[in-house]
Structure formats: C-alpha cells, structure tokens
C-alpha cells in the first residue's frame, strides 16, 4: 500500500552511463515532482508534470529527461551521468496544481534513489 | 539565491523541552509548509499555512505565520527522542515553483 514508491532505492554506477530512476504513485494526484537532495540537505525541484503535462522545467541540464506515461507514473532518465549528478533523488505527488494565484497542495514523497556516481 | 531558509541550522534538546525553528522568506506567498525527513527517508508533510492564516496546531505542533515580517516559526512541544529528524520550510515565493529551504536539523535526547 506504498503511496509514492520509486526503484532502485539505490543505484552506483560510471560516469558516462546512462541510468533511469522509476516513480509510481497511487494516491489518484494529479501532479508528480523530481527534486535533487545534495549533500547539504538542499532540496531543488527539477520538473514537474500535471496529468502528463510538464509545468515546471528549472535549470536542470538536458541530459535529464522526465517522461511521464501516465498520471500515476513520472521516470527520470539521466544520460552521460557525471560526478556532480551524485545525490539523492525524490519523487513527490500532490493533488492537482492549483495555478499561480493560489499554490501548491502538500506533498507527499517517494523513499529517494541514492544515486552515486563513480 | 535561496528563498525559505530555516534558522537555527542545527537544534539540540533534551527529551520533554520545546522546540521552536523559523523560517524566512523575501517576497510574497499563497501558503507555506512544513515538512519533517527522518534520516535516509522522504520527506513527510506537516501543516500548510496559507497567506491569510497566522496560527494552525497538529498536535503536538503549533506554526505561525507573520505575513508582515515574512517568516513562519514552527514549535514542537514536549519533544520526543522520535522527533529527531531535519525539518524544512517550502513556499511558493518563486511564482508556483515549491521552493524549500536548507532545514533544521534537530536532536532530542533521551
């Protein structure tokens, strides 16, 4: 009965290779997230997708690619993987978007992929 | 620059004191939201305060909210070791994007 569950929960590998972080959610939201934890603990937002429509693309470069096959499911793939693309990476859902004018509902995240890059 | 910064940086009590961390921001919101992450783990949603509320409880937990001086405290009484965990403030200050901060780390000891 996992609400945001996302695989692997670990992942190490070269840099140069290409990897992809999978997330389901089945709690019926809307809209799905991919943020970056570093070190530090800083959380930034990568995209975000309402119902299979990306509405947040923030300066991430393009070797990351989200994609989205369905409202329940938002995968993060990652090309030429490089050092500095070591973090921890969560997935989040919420209910549906609410436009600029009046926010965001809460959140509610995925375990995290720990993602170390050799 | 970074919006939503948490203070102080790091907490250290002893079990059935009180907690109390702030949260900063620059420009405007529709609401902000506190969320807790235990080690190793996702973050867990708290409470959402929206712009035009200045107090909600849950609990154990009491945040405020002061428009006017654009900062959120959020007050965790009678703490217990099982509070142990790094606490963050997100808004949406950046037009819609959930902006979070760095987070407060807190430690309750037994």
């Known amino acids: 009965d996992t609400a945001v569950s996302q695989t692997p929960k670990y992942l190490v590998t070269q840099m140069g290779n290409d990897k992809s972080i999978k997330c389901e959610q089945n709690l019926g939201h809307d809209t799905m997230y991919w943020y970056k934890q570093d070190s530090k603990k800083f959380l930034k937002i990568m995209f975000s997708y309402n119902n299979k429509e990306l509405i947040i693309n923030e300066t991430v470069p393009n070797r990351f690619s989200p994609k989205s096959p369905d409202k329940a499911h938002l995968n993060l793939h990652i090309n030429s993987l490089e050092l500095g693309d070591s973090a921890v990476y969560f997935c989040?859902?919420?209910?549906?978007?609410?436009?600029?004018?009046?926010?965001?509902?809460?959140?509610?995240f995925g375990p995290g992929t720990r993602l170390t890059v050799t | 620059s970074q919006q939503g910064e948490e203070d102080p940086q790091a907490l250290s009590i002893q079990e059935g004191e009180n907690a109390t961390m702030n949260c900063s921001y620059k420009?405007?919101?529709?609401?902000l939201q506190w969320y807790r992450q235990n080690s190793g783990r996702g973050l867990v949603h708290l409470i959402l305060?929206?712009?035009?509320?200045r107090e909600k409880h849950s609990g154990r937990l009491r945040v405020t909210l002061d428009t006017s001086k654009k900062s959120s405290s959020l007050l965790i009484t009678a703490s217990r070791a099982a509070d142990t965990a790094s606490y963050f403030c997100a808004t949406d200050e950046e037009s819609y994007i959930p902006t979070f901060g760095r987070g407060t780390s807190l430690i309750v000891h037994p």
């Open positions: 989040a859902s919420s209910q549906r978007f609410l436009g600029q004018s009046r926010g965001w509902h809460e959140q509610y």
């Open positions: 420009t405007s919101i529709n609401n």
């Open positions: 305060i929206r712009s035009n509320e």
